[in-house]
């Protein structure tokens, strides 16, 4: 194993072994992340950038009506309405004093997405070939049971290696990881050799899966070898939600994210553990196209490019989508938590109609279409968000309630105060990655957030 990153005590937030009740406040912990090929994702320049600092940005989308001209500037202090975090605590007025560094805790090869097991105290993180490695927490206390330090080290071994299965071309890969609420079933996605994207399982005891414990649950048809989604979460229902890419192509040529019966371009919500008879996977109730009529009972929410690092709140339930540009427009959307407890029930993001609060040309505006929280275009060499989420942590408490990105081609980590339809402050927080080597994020269950580099390194975003 690599050496352990010993640092200062950071008491870990509680583990959970059950999901949380409706009526609760959820504590999510299944947050997966993703990979992006470059290239892949250059379009050319438009309309609606976020960039600068918060005095001389320049325009900025907020939410509002689909396919309208969108706002432009960031909401004036004196104009903006009273704004809580959760428990009535007012919430930053400014990211201004906020400054970040990243630490670098350890090593590994090509990683994509990174969680916390319900349950256990360490972390997981996927390696694109087709492997699943543990990051390891070590804490040490005194004898009074004080916590003296913390210690991070990346085990040598792997607890899932599926990399003989695993297709690589392009943007394909493992991709996405979570674990069941219990912390004792494994998920994985990522593209087979012949390019479909597969979600599997397997029973998984403390340090190593049972390999004959596998069970194939879902396989999707993939044309092309870019944009195949890949986040897996486990909500606070106990069910699996699967981002799946639209199947590539110019603006969606088959027009897969606007057909309610196709899986690609799409959030889907099923239960792996709920299969009757030879169905390895059961629809949940609540689903909006439950019946098969109107769309394929899989399907939780649609309209979407390449949804790759959505994210639930881990306070509020609220579900974040970054959708990665088809084009040449990075967007962000708020599906907020509904009194059933669930986020984004039947929401249609727009695209292909819609990128961004335009309009694609040759289309028109689906009805009821949701807006983004915020969105921007490749104006200063930008060409793909890779969404980190709501920052919930206890370390930097300037960032509360603030969602937390960063470019991929530039490097930069920005934050974004928002409640879904304004933007009320956006700037750098300082730290930032070499161009290229952004490669995805995760979040713990404490709240605090970790970035994936290109080049292997795992970071934790900690204060400057």
């Known amino acids: 194993m690599s050496a352990p990153a010993v640092g200062p005590p950071r008491p870990l937030g509680p583990q959970r072994t059950t999901a949380v009740r409706a009526e609760q406040h959820p504590r999510r912990f299944s ?23 918060a005095e001389t940005a320049g325009p900025a989308t907020t939410g509002g009506p689909r396919g309208t001209a969108a706002a432009l500037t960031t909401v004036p202090a004196a104009a903006r309405p009273p704004y809580t975090l959760p428990g009535g605590f007012p919430a930053p ?5 906020v400054r970040t560094t990243l630490t670098e805790i350890g090593k590994v090869e090509g990683p994509t997405a ?6 256990y105290p360490n972390y997981y993180i996927t390696e694109r070939k087709g492997r699943v490695r543990q990051l390891t927490v070590d804490q040490q206390f005194d004898r009074d049971g004080k916590l003296m330090r913390t210690g991070l080290y990346i085990e040598r071994g792997y607890v899932l290696d599926i990399a003989r299965e695993v297709s690589t071309d392009g943007e394909r890969g493992m991709l996405g990881l979570a674990f069941s609420t219990d912390g004792r079933t494994i998920y994985v996605s990522y593209t087979d050799r012949d390019g479909r994207i597969k979600v599997s399982s397997w029973r998984i005891f403390d340090y190593a899966v049972d390999y004959s414990s596998r069970k194939d649950i879902l396989t999707i048809d993939h044309p092309r070898t870019e944009r195949n989604g890949g986040t897996l979460a486990v909500g606070d229902d106990g069910f699996l939600y699967i981002g799946t890419g639209d199947g590539g192509g110019e603006g969606d040529p088959d027009n897969n994210a606007q057909n309610t019966k196709s899986l690609l371009g ?7 553990q709920g299969g009757l008879g030879d169905m390895p996977y059961g629809v949940p109730p609540g689903n909006p196209f439950r019946d098969g009529t109107n769309g394929a009972p899989e399907v939780w929410a649609y309209g979407l490019a390449n949804p790759w690092g959505f994210r639930f709140d881990l306070v509020t339930g609220d579900l974040w989508v970054p959708d990665v540009a088809a084009l040449s427009i990075e967007e962000v959307t708020k599906l907020p938590r509904d009194g059933n407890g ?22 028109t505006t689906p009805a009821g279409a949701v807006p983004p929280a915020f969105e921007y275009a490749h104006f200063g060499g930008e060409c793909g968000i890779i969404g980190a989420g709501m920052y919930r942590g206890l370390a930097m408490p300037g960032l509360a309630g603030a969602f937390v990105y960063g470019d991929l081609c530039t490097g930069q980590i920005r934050g974004v105060l928002t409640d879904g339809v304004a933007v009320f402050d956006q700037r750098d927080l300082g730290a930032s990655l070499p161009p290229n080597q952004l490669a995805g994020w995760g979040q713990t269950d404490d709240g605090e957030l970790w970035v994936l580099a290109a080049d292997g390194r795992i970071l934790r975003l900690d204060p400057a």
């Open 93 to 97: 007025a400014s990211l201004e004093p």
């Open 342 to 363: 669930a986020a984004g029930r039947g929401a249609n993001m727009g695209w292909n109609a819609l990128q961004g609060n335009g309009v694609t040309e040759g289309k």
């Open 31 to 53: 947050h997966g992340v993703a990979f992006l090929v470059a290239l892949a994702l250059v379009g050319t320049a438009a309309c609606g950038y976020l960039g600068g600092d």
């Open 266 to 272: 799409k959030i889907l919500r099923i239960d792996p």
């Open 114 to 119: 990174f969680t916390s097991r319900p349950g």
